[in-house]
């Protein structure tokens, strides 16, 4: 079974810019589609953004299209969340998520979709 543990979590202005890690142990994460999920205060948790296991399509919510960027480094077992622009709405603790990947080109948003998570990092933006 794999363990993911996030980092890269804090506090930061609006406008302003930070990068998630998650980096798994125990096993690789090669063959795992990989996935952001975000939980706001109040609010139900939702997708951010995945990525498939061979990084040939990713997928992102309309909220934060064109700002985020996620990647993977299969080599470091890790992937990432890039956050640009960030604004006071993106406030929410972020959790990395991982699935068995398959031969099917879709990503999945469904917080039930996902079997492993991680504990979650706290973003917070302030205006």
């Known amino acids: 079974q794999v363990q993911l543990v996030e980092s890269g979590g804090g506090l930061v202005q609006a406008g302003g810019s930070l990068r998630l890690s998650c980096t798994a142990s125990?096993?690789?994460?090669?063959?795992?589609?990989m996935g952001w999920f975000r939980q706001a205060p109040g609010k139900e948790r939702e997708f951010v953004a995945g990525?498939?296991?061979?990084?040939?399509?990713?997928r992102y919510a309309d909220s934060v299209k064109g700002r985020f960027t996620i990647s993977r480094d299969n080599a470091k077992n890790t992937v990432f969340l890039q956050m640009n622009s960030l604004k006071p709405e993106d406030t929410a603790v972020y959790y990395c998520a991982a699935r068995p990947g398959t031969g099917i080109a879709l990503i999945y948003t469904g917080i039930a979709q996902y079997d492993t998570w991680g504990q979650g990092t706290q973003i917070t933006v302030s205006s």
């Open positions: 125990g096993r690789t994460i090669t063959w795992n589609d």
């Open positions: 990525i498939r296991w061979n990084a040939d399509r990713t």
